[in-house]
């Protein structure tokens, strides 16, 4: 009888030590497990953030292309084309900078941006290619596209029809951005061939101007890429 009290104290001794650490672990609070939930939705939002600000940032760069099929000359600028940009207020617009350079000049003479004619050139005579100073040509070169970007109500790469004014605009002088503006909008291939002609009969000369400049530039200038 003893023996069967004992055996039978020990086994329930036993049942309530092994349901001791059930009994003794800590249930949640109904407090505890709202702050588990928010810190899930907090992470999960967060998370989500991320991913849409890479997709922005990717969708961004799209939108504003960037330069191609550069010269190694004209790649050896770029730091320079950043700098200058970040100067003049247009940073965004440093690959369109190469495409001119590109086009201009492909980065073989000192005049790289071939704006000696340029009425920001201070330093040299205004006759074409007097710059001797690539870092100077560059430097003018820049002024004066913020400037055209400006006449041609141009904030952002992305801005197509607009870059394209601007463009043609940096090769014409001129008046062509206002002028192209109030009688047709904007630039047109067929307004830029147009214009050309009128300049060269009121100055008598045989040529004026590049009236192909825009697409000449845009085949080192792509989107969506």
Known sequence: ????SKTHSASRGGRKADRSPVSRK?????????????????????????????????YLGLRNGR???????????????EQSCKEYGIPSFSQVILAIMQQESAGQVADVMQSSE???????????????DPNYSIQVGVET???????????SPADQNGLKLALQFYNFGG??????????GGYTPENAAEYSLLRQQALGWSQYGDPEYVPHVMQYYQYGL
């Open 118 to 132: 340029s009425p920001f050139n201070t330093q040299y005579s205004n006759a074409p290619g007097s710059i001797t």
């Open 26 to 58: 800590k249930k949640l609070t109904r407090k505890d497990r709202i702050r588990q939930i928010r810190l899930r939705i907090l992470a999960v939002g967060l998370l989500i953030l991320m991913i849409l600000i890479l997709i922005f940032v990717r």
């Open 1 to 4: 009888m003893t023996d069967r």
């Open 175 to 184: 008046d062509y951005a206002s002028w192209a503006l109030e009688n047709y």
């Open 67 to 81: 330069a191609v099929h550069l010269s190694e000359e004209v790649l050896a600028y770029q730091p320079v084309v």
């Open 145 to 155: 596209f913020a400037q055209c970007l400006d006449e041609a109500h141009c904030s």
